[in-house]
């Protein structure tokens, strides 16, 4: 080897995509998805859910571990995966479904119709019951697969980072599509430090990464564990990157600024349209209420935004940890966070 690499033992672990094998600190969350899921184990149909939540509060983790613990324990049973943002239309999500239930079939070289990948993906899962998880539902472009899927019996768990994101569904979809909420709060201080704790023990050698850094990280991440674990795969990176043995002070200043910039970053390049618009002129007033900034962008673009609209995208900002808000009701105020 040519770097001697004393501190991190497994970046695996400190992964994106990695999914501990214990998850921390959503035990009500697990119990409630498993008890809705629970009635397909008797031939009955499940309840659907919508689960929702800001950013890192471990949605994808929760239902991967799900999936992952219901696989262990039958076969008859199969829930399927599928982020909405990279399989954003009926026909990729449906080819998705497809392609986990005939892994050996190559499906995408033949162009085929949604009807004859439905009929394929209903003839493969024969007595199998198929729930299907749709990660980042918000990012469909239509929402008729929703329809389709509940309509042909097949069980749905959709997750999104906004608890509004079904609001706008089509009424026919809404009506024939009952489910059940479940919030996914910030994690507590206490939760992101186990966390932390666990992920660390796998991740880094004994001694590598002082327990006090470990308590800063957490406090620094906000309720969100991915930016926890960013906090610490960043600190202990830098640190080997100069050849210590051990992380220090100054590799965990490093790691905070490097996250906090990525997030602002992140959460802003992902706003659009509408959005981005009300953003900015929240930021630039610093403070003020939904008069006045619609005001605003009625000077600014020249056309008039209903006050319902407003509420909506300002809503958005606010479950985006974008922007809060002071005050009831008429005397609502917004205000920029970063
Ligand atoms: N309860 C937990 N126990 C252990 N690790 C967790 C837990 N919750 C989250 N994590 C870790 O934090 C990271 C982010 O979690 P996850 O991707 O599940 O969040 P999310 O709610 O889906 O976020 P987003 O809305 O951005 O998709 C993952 O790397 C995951 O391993
Ligand atoms: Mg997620």
Request: charged residues 35%; proline residues 2%.
């Amino acid at each position: 080897m040519i770097m001697n690499q004393a501190i991190i033992k497994n970046i695996d672990v400190l992964q994106e995509d990695y999914l501990p094998e214990k998850i921390i600190g959503r035990k009500k969350e697990i119990e409630s998805i498993a008890s809705s899921i629970r009635p397909l184990f008797y031939n009955k149909p499940m309840i659907n859910l919508f689960l929702h939540g800001r950013t890192g509060t471990g949605k994808t983790s929760v239902i991967r571990y799900i999936i992952r613990e219901v696989s262990k324990e039958t076969s008859r049973i199969k829930g399927i995966y599928v982020n909405c943002w990279m399989d954003d239309t009926t026909y990729a999500v449906l080819l998705r479904i497809a392609e986990v239930l005939h892994p050996t079939m190559r499906l995408a070289k033949i162009k085929r119709s949604n009807a004859e990948i439905l009929d394929l993906i209903n003839f493969k899962k024969g007595n199998t019951k198929v729930f299907v998880v749709l990660d980042e539902v918000d990012k469909l472009k239509s929402d008729e697969i929703l329809y389709m899927l509940s309509r042909e019996g097949y069980g749905l768990i959709m997750i999104s980072n906004y608890n509004i994101a079904l609001n706008k569904l089509d009424r026919r979809v809404r009506s024939s599509l009952s489910y059940i909420d479940i919030e996914f709060e910030p994690y507590d201080y206490e939760d992101l430090y186990n966390i932390l704790k666990e992920r660390s023990k796998y991740a880094f050698y004994e001694g590598a990464f002082p327990e006090p850094f470990l308590k800063v990280a957490a406090k620094n991440a906000k309720g969100d564990a991915r930016v926890g674990i960013s906090i610490i795969r960043n600190a202990a990176l830098f640190a080997e990157q100069q050849g210590k043995k051990k992380v220090d002070r100054e590799d965990l200043l490093k790691a905070l600024k490097s996250v906090k910039g990525a997030k602002e970053q992140e959460l802003e390049k992902e706003l659009k349209g509408k959005t981005k618009k009300i953003y900015e002129i929240v930021k630039g007033l610093g403070e003020a209420d939904a008069k006045e900034i619609s005001r605003i962008y009625k000077e600014r673009f020249g056309e008039d935004i209903h006050e319902r609209t407003l509420r909506y995208y300002l809503q958005e900002l606010v479950e985006k940890g974008l922007i809060e808000t002071k005050g009831e009701k008429r005397w609502k105020k917004y205000s920029s966070l970063i």
